[in-house]
């Protein structure tokens, strides 16, 4: 599935309605540069959720777990892991085969822990068509 968008209301409203279909034990991956609109797109989710607290990049912390929504949701960001095995001291399998959502940004650093069941999203700009041009495509494990 293909989404274009042309200003960051619209990422946010492609997460949003992600959020309100999401279904327990879900992984989301999120792949792009930096500053494309991953946690745009996050933040749209997380209020699909049903998430009232505000949601950033937990570029600190990797993982923040908001308990507010209709399900747990698990916000990665391993921008900057060191080493994949920081995801294991984390406890990364209670989140990925749990009973809530698990959002990760820049999950192909991560590659191989990823599960096969994966939905892969990934956010791209354009500039030919506009600085706020971003094309989504997000992939269903089920195609494959
Ligand atoms: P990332 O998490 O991928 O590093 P952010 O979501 O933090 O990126 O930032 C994306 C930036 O791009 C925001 O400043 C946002 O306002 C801007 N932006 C412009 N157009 C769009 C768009 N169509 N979708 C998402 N973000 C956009
Ligand atoms: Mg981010």
Redesign the pocket.
């Known amino acids: 599935m293909i989404i274009e ?8 409203q492609c997460g949003f309605e992600i959020g309100q279909n999401a279904r327990a034990g879900e992984v989301y991956a ?1 792949v ?12 749209g989710v997380a209020a699909g959720l049903g998430i009232t607290e505000p949601v ?2 937990p570029t600190f912390t990797i993982l923040q777990v908001y308990d507010e929504g209709r399900l747990p949701f698990y916000h990665f ?1 391993v ?1 900057r892991i060191g080493d994949p095995e920081e995801m294991d001291e984390i406890g990364y399998e209670d989140c990925f085969y749990g009973e809530g959502v698990s959002f990760v ?1 820049w999950a192909d650093l991560i590659r191989d822990i990823m599960p096969e069941e994966t939905r892969w999203v990934t ?1 791209e ?1 354009d500039l030919e068509k506009g ?4 094309k ?1 495509t997000i992939t269903d494990p089920s195609d494959k």
């Open positions: 968008t042309f200003q960051p209301k619209e990422t946010y999120l792009g540069d930096l500053g494309v609109g991953k946690t745009v797109f996050t933040q950033n990049s960001d921008y940004e956010i700009k600085f706020d041009y971003r989504i």
